[in-house]
Structure formats: C-alpha cells, structure tokens
C-alpha cells in the first residue's frame, strides 16, 4: 500500500485513475440502490452489452467511441423499456437478444479496424489506468446530470419503483419515469466502460447498493452508503492491483464481490442472533 501511496503522489495517470474511479462510484452509487429496489438487474446488464455495438460503430467510423457508448445505450434502454411497458411478454428474450446482437455488432466492427483488437479487452474488462484526463470532465458532466434529474424527480422514480399501478393511479406518468430510470442506468453504465467494462459493469452497479441495503431502508441512505463504499472498494481495488500489476477492473470487481459475500454472512448472522 505504502509504494501505491508513493506512486499516487508522483504518478499523474494514477491519480487520474483514482478520480475516475470516483467520478464512477458517484454515479452508481446514486443509480445502483434503484436497480437493486426495483430488481431490474438483467435490464441493467441488457443496456451494459449493447453498448459494445455503438462503440464499435463509432470506432469504424472515426468517433469518439464514449459517444458511441452513450447512444446506443440510451437507446437500447428506451427500447427495453418500451417493450416492457407494451408488450408484457418477450421482455426477457429482447434483452437477451440486445445483450448478444450489441456483442456481437461491437466485435465485428472493432474486428475491422487496423490495430484497434487489442482495445477490445480494455473495453470488455476495463482499463481505469488509461482513462484520458479530458474523458475525467466528461465523466463529471454525467455526474452531475445523474444528481440533477435524481434531486429534481427522485420523489416520482421512487413511486415506480416501489408500485407502478399505485403511482399510476396517483395520476404520475409512469411510462416517462420508468424509460427515465432506464436512461439514467444507461448513463450509469457509461461511467463505468474504463472503469471495470463492460462484462463486469453489473457487480459495481449493484453489489455496493446491495450491501447497502442489508444495512439501511432508506433509499437516500442506501445511495450515501453504496457511494462511499464504491469509492472504497475502487480505491482499495486499484492500490492492490499497482504492486502486483494486475488488471484493476477485476481487482476491484473480485475485492466488491468478496465484500458481498462476507457482508452477506455477517447480515444473517446478526438477523439470527
């Protein structure tokens, strides 16, 4: 820890990883107790997969491939959530089915371009130490939308969240708020692409929001908590990865899930006593 500590005050890309894995935490420790509530999980992790395919097509094309992110998973979440909300039925296999196309797109369009296969692992599994320092303030802007539209309207998200027909007979418009929850999810997972990836997106998004609500039930609680304890898990994930220079979006991904799980047992042994 001692030489992470070292290196952090002389290393500036280390201290770009640091607050990039910060900027994410924010973000889905705002959004991660909503997925957790409302049990959305597989929506989540739906939205987390297509996105190869937008950053695929960016890349080919000459775009900034974060952008590409940002579009396809916006409109893969509207998608999802506007079948869930009409159809009733087949919502599990379009997900399914956007997760494997979204892959699939990614990887044959990255396949394409001249020296670009190598990024596709730092894509899939993360690369926090190569985020660019200009990519820190369009991390930050997607924080503060997330904390925006959640202090504007986390009254009526809160209300789907927790009973749809309930808020819908209160006369909210719940088909705007479900697809905005899908959206701000959509933004969540963005933030995270450098951070963990694509593959491991889900576990940052949820198991810090989870442990989380072993503890407290009050959402705005469970969010200050699962922010905090995603920054300490990013920052502890990233310090033990430096020395034996190993991949820190698993580090980090392995330290959260080993958390999870002694919490998890801890949390029952309490309830039990």
């Not at 500590?5 to 973000?27: E, K, P, T, V």
């Amino acid at each position: 820890m001692s030489e992470f500590l070292h290196a952090l005050i002389n290393y500036q890309f280390l201290q770009i990883a640091l607050l990039a894995g910060i900027l994410a935490s924010i973000g889905c420790g705002v959004i991660g107790p909503y997925v957790v509530v409302k049990r959305i999980t597989f929506i989540a992790g739906g939205i987390a997969h297509s996105v190869l395919g937008g950053m695929g097509v960016a890349l080919f094309y000459g775009f900034d491939p974060l952008s590409g992110a940002l579009v396809s998973a916006v409109l893969a979440a509207i998608l999802i959530g506007w079948v869930r909300l009409n159809w009733r039925t087949g919502e599990d296999i379009l997900i399914g089915a956007l997760w494997a196309i979204g892959m699939a797109v990614g990887i044959l369009f990255i396949s394409r371009i001249p020296g670009y296969q190598a990024d596709l692992i730092s894509y899939l599994f993360g690369n926090i130490l190569l985020v660019p320092p200009q990519e820190l303030w369009f991390m930050a802007a997607l924080d503060a939308t997330l904390l925006l539209v959640v202090g504007l309207w986390h009254r009526q998200i809160l209300a789907v969240v927790f009973d749809e027909e309930q808020a819908l007979l209160r006369g909210l418009p719940v088909t705007f708020f479900y697809l905005l929850l899908l959206v701000l999810i959509a933004l969540t997972v963005v933030l995270l692409i450098h951070v963990v990836g694509l593959i491991l997106v889900l576990a940052l998004l949820t198991l810090p929001a989870a442990i989380a609500s072993q503890y407290v039930h009050s959402l705005i609680r469970m969010m200050l908590i699962a922010s905090l304890l995603s920054i300490t898990l990013t920052t502890l994930g990233l310090a033990m990865s430096y020395q034996p220079n190993l991949p820190p979006g698993p580090s980090i991904v392995l330290l959260t899930g080993l958390a999870y799980v002694l919490s998890s047992l801890f949390s029952r042994r309490r309830r039990s006593a």
